[in-house]
């Protein structure tokens, strides 16, 4: 299954190591992670400033995801479909890279549900789920 991490969760995922970083673990091992350029690129704003994370620590967190997530290009729409214009380019990446899931904290985000078949879930959501599907299939 190929899903998006939104940055926030990417964020939180490095920032901590609560329920991000074990949705970003189980993702790395079960699934293929896509991110694009522009995820990338907040990521590294956001750890330099909010972090005040070495440059040279951000290369490397930037180089792993380089090395083990899909990196994919966002696919302009049409029209934009969210209030915050930016967020249309986590909905662009997911439809040309063909995800199932975007897993986000953005509220701007969550308030679609979906987007052209393509779910939109909170971490706990999709954590829910997953953990649904494994205790099912142990049955």
Do not use: Y
């Not at 964020?11 to 970083?21: C, E, I, K, Q, V």
């Not at 997911?94 to 909170?122: C, M, P, Q, R």
């Amino acid at each position: 299954m190929k899903l998006v991490l939104d940055t926030n969760v990417i964020f939180s995922a490095f920032a901590t190591h609560g329920l991000a970083n074990s949705i970003f673990e189980f993702c790395l091992q079960q699934h293929t992670i896509v991110l694009s350029d522009h995820i990338l690129g907040e990521l590294e704003k956001n750890f330099l400033k909010k972090l005040k994370m070495p440059q040279d620590k951000i290369q490397a967190v930037l180089s792993f995801l380089k090395e083990f997530c899909l990196i994919a290009d966002v696919k302009k729409l049409k029209k934009s479909v969210c209030r915050d214009h930016e967020d249309d380019k986590i909905l662009g990446l997911a439809i040309n890279a063909k995800v199932d899931f975007i897993i986000t904290g953005d509220k701007d985000l969550l308030v679609l549900k979906n987007f052209e078949s393509i779910a939109i879930l909170t971490p706990r959501e999709f954590w829910e789920i997953s953990r649904n599907k494994k205790n099912s299939s142990h049955r």
